[in-house]
Each structure stands twice: as structure tokens, then as C-alpha cells.
């Protein structure tokens, strides 16, 4: 069975750059569907970035287009979301996600009910 851990998270001043890991451990996560998602204090969880399984496909939210990238190290088995110009309201706990499931119509699913596994989340805290 599949973990995922998070890192990377911490406090950045407006404009700065972060970059999230999620290493997974038990399998190889290859050519997993992968996600990552955040969820604001008092708000519901959103999606932010997905990559499809054989890394030809991203999907990424309005609010971080131009700015957030989602990647692959197969011989590290780890997920990156590099996050860059980062705001105030980029302010969250960040989860990375696996989807065991992959359909070709919706190869970056955007709904966390569509994830089956996930980590236990890092603090993104920007400030002004």
C-alpha cells in the first residue's frame, strides 16, 4: 500500500518560491495519476495542480496557472509542486494525492473524491 509525505512547506514573504515534495514509499508511484490540493484555514479543500500518468498532461487551477508547477522524479519516486510569485492567499495546507484509477477522458482528475490516497499535508504560509 502506498504512503505519501509531504515537505517543503514553510513561511515566504510575497514574491518568494517554494518548492513541495511528496516521496512516496511502499510502491512506485510512476505512472500513478498524482495531485496536489490545499485547504485554507475555514475553507474547503481545492485543487491546485494534477499530472496525468505518463507526464504528457498537467492540469493546474486558475489561480495558479503562470505560477505553480507540478512534476515528476521517477527514480526518487517523488512529486514536486514548485510554487512561485507566491500571494497572501496561497496560504494553506498542501496535500498531495493519488488517483489508483486512471481514466483517458479525465487523465488530471480535479476532484479530491477522485483521489484515493493522501498525505498528511505541510503549511504554505505567505506574508504580506
Known amino acids: 500500500q502506498v504512503q505519501l509525505a509531504e515537505s517543503g512547506g514553510g513561511l515566504v514573504q510575497a514574491g518568494g518560491s517554494l518548492r513541495l515534495s511528496c516521496a512516496a514509499s511502499?510502491?512506485?508511484?510512476?505512472?500513478?495519476?498524482m495531485g496536489w490540493f490545499r485547504q485554507a484555514a475555514g475553507k474547503e479543500r481545492e485543487f491546485v495542480a494534477a499530472?496525468?500518468?505518463?507526464?504528457?498532461?498537467?492540469s493546474y487551477a486558475d489561480s495558479v496557472k503562470g505560477r505553480f508547477t507540478i512534476s515528476r522524479d521517477n527514480a526518487k519516486n517523488t512529486v514536486y509542486l514548485q510554487m512561485n510569485s507566491l500571494k497572501p492567499e496561497d496560504t494553506a495546507v498542501y496535500y498531495c494525492?493519488?488517483?489508483?484509477?486512471?481514466?483517458?477522458?479525465?487523465?488530471?482528475?480535479?476532484?479530491?473524491?477522485?483521489?484515493?490516497?493522501w498525505g498528511q499535508g505541510t503549511q504554505v504560509t505567505v506574508s504580506s
Open positions: 499530472l496525468a500518468r505518463t507526464d504528457d498532461y498537467t
Open positions: 494525492a493519488l488517483a489508483e484509477v486512471y481514466y483517458s477522458f479525465n487523465p488530471t482528475p480535479k476532484l479530491s473524491g477522485e483521489y484515493d490516497t
Open positions: 511502499g510502491r512506485s508511484i510512476s505512472s500513478s495519476v
